[in-house]
């Protein structure tokens, strides 16, 4: 007889492809945090976009009350979601689109794939797209003798040298633009040897080296930033031109699309349409954005496909704390305000959602569980900048902090043996449960001077306190502790001022 009764839920799916890391992220960061020239670009690029997107912000007085409605419309969109998604498949396939529907990486990478094959061509061109990112579908091409060529200048340098990533909007912001002259001499089949760092120059380079490939495209691959489920139409928002051009020119367009992205409808996309490029670009309005719905006879591309990819969004969907996560529309406005990401870059993340969202959706996605990402909740100061920056309102820190406790509590429970960690808070539990247990802790208390010495500083922990003490001093602890002081002070027969006394080294 089964085990599995009817009517039972199925286990989460959760995602695969590029989600996982492949190290630990404070591995990651140690190594990262080394390349001063890294920190440096990051710290100059970070500064700039933050700068800009405070002045548009600020120009707005109803900017509360637009990340109100925007983060509304999309807590509504996830409460609704499978509705939703029925209904923009009911619109998309209505105006001549075809759906498909992706499980995971895997199955995405296989039906783009077939996709692909059967229009006969061996080359695509690409429109920036996290979601292609997230299934590594330009590796899974390559492995299939299928050459992607990707179109957006910050994602055509990162191609160009072999790199990954390392922020979602500006992929290639750990690059200054003589590394970006030093890539396209070195990699570009033609292009003047003579080539400076000037920008305009640069854009001009690759301008010439893309302009051959949209000519010529017959096939197209991108990504989506919202589905308008009353109308089933698509949208991409850019700043180049460039992903127009292959929203437009090829035969054939396939998008890949998380199915998160959904709003509910057209006018929905008003609100968004604000939020999104003041956040992202700090821009009052975005330079391109294309919107198409289904096919058009004669006009543009007359195949038209969908892939509605799932990768453990259902899974995070399912976590009643985590699921704002998959609010976010990728703005990126968290990550130019984290202080971690300012010093670590997006690699440091292994992910290809870094900084604080991808902190947090990685391990949603991919089951907080796995060993790879678990220590991504921790990357964080908790300093709240993030929830404040972001245009839906995500609480960040929180989600943090819920992830933290599941990622303790599973391992604790499969661990037999005490970890130093559980021993110390342990004593603390016991030591914070009653005055009486507090008192007897405090006897210790000019114990730490011995320890500290002459100068008054611990400069080296044992065990866990080692990593505390690598990088900084503790100060020698307090000979009474603020209640001992306060009980003294407090006694009747004592004669003293209390008002004009202050505890010598005591803290509260
Ligand atoms: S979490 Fe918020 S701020 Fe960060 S990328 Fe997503 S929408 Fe933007």
């Not at 939703?84 to 499980?103: D, S, Y």
């Not at 396209?184 to 760092?197: A, C, G, I, K």
């Not at 929905?268 to 309005?285: A, H, I, K, W």
């Not at 500290?452 to 080296?460: F, L, Q």
Request: charged share 20%; aromatic share 6%; with cysteine.
């Amino acid at each position: 007889m089964s085990n599995t009764f009817l009517g039972m839920p199925a286990l989460p799916v959760y995602g695969h492809g590029n989600l996982n890391a492949t190290e630990p992220f404070p591995k990651a960061a140690h190594r990262e945090l080394g390349n001063d020239q890294l920190r440096a670009n990051l710290g100059h690029a970070t500064h700039t976009i933050r700068d800009k997107r405070l002045r548009v912000v600020s120009e707005l007085p109803d900017w509360e009350e637009m990340r109100n409605a925007g983060s509304a419309i999309k807590n509504a969109t996830m409460a609704n979601l499978p509705v939703l998604l029925e209904q923009f498949e009911a619109n998309f396939t209505a105006r001549g689109g075809i759906i498909h529907w992706a499980r995971d990486a895997q199955e995405a990478n296989e039906i783009v794939t077939a996709l692909i094959r059967e229009t006969g061509e061996s080359e695509v061109v690409k429109v920036k797209s996290m979601a292609t990112q997230e299934i590594g579908l330009n590796e899974y091409l390559e492995e299939q003798g299928i050459a992607a060529f990707e179109t957006d200048l910050a994602e055509l340098i990162v191609q160009l040298d072999h790199d990954k990533p390392s922020h979602i909007l500006v992929p290639a912001i750990h690059k200054n633009r003589s590394q970006v002259r030093e890539i396209f001499l070195r990699e570009m089949p033609v292009v003047d040897p003579n080539l400076t760092d000037d920008p305009a120059r640069l854009a001009e380079a690759a301008r010439t080296h893309l302009r051959k490939k949209f000519l010529s495209a017959k096939v197209a691959v991108s990504g989506a930033n919202f589905g308008l489920a009353d109308t089933g139409t698509l949208t991409v928002v850019e700043s180049e031109g460039n992903g127009r051009m292959c929203l437009t020119l090829p035969e054939t367009l396939i998008t890949v699309m998380g199915i998160e992205k959904l709003l509910p409808s057209w006018t929905d996309l008003e609100v968004f349409m604000q939020l999104l490029p003041r956040s992202s670009t700090g821009e009052r309005m975005n330079p391109y954005t294309s919107l198409w719905t289904g096919v058009t006879p004669g006009d543009g591309p007359q195949n038209v496909h969908l892939v509605m990819l799932d990768n453990g969004r259902t899974a995070a969907l399912a976590d009643e704390m985590g699921r704002t996560a998959l609010n976010c529309i990728r703005c990126s406005a968290c990550m130019n305000v984290c202080p971690v990401y300012e010093r670590t870059g997006g690699h440091a993340y292994g992910s290809t959602y870094p900084g604080p969202i991808g902190a947090i959706l990685s391990p949603l996605m991919t089951g907080i569980k796995s060993e790879e990402n678990n220590s991504l909740p921790y990357a964080s100061s908790l300093c709240g900048a993030c929830f404040d920056a972001c245009p839906v309102k995500i609480n960040i820190p929180e989600i943090l902090v819920h992830l933290r406790g599941v990622d303790v509590d599973s391992k604790r429970s499969a661990r037999k043996i005490p970890t130093q960690m559980d021993v110390i808070m342990k004593a603390a539990e016991w030591a914070f449960s009653s005055g009486s247990h507090l008192n007897i802790l405090e006897k210790g208390l000019p114990l730490g001077k011995l320890v500290a010495g002459r100068d008054k500083v611990i400069k080296k922990l044992p065990g866990m306190g080692a990593g505390w003490t690598q990088s900084r001093d503790i100060p020698a602890p307090p000979t009474q502790s603020f209640r001992q002081w306060w009980d003294k002070e407090h006694q009747p027969e004592s004669g003293v001022d209390h008002q004009s006394t202050t505890p010598e080294g005591a803290q509260a």
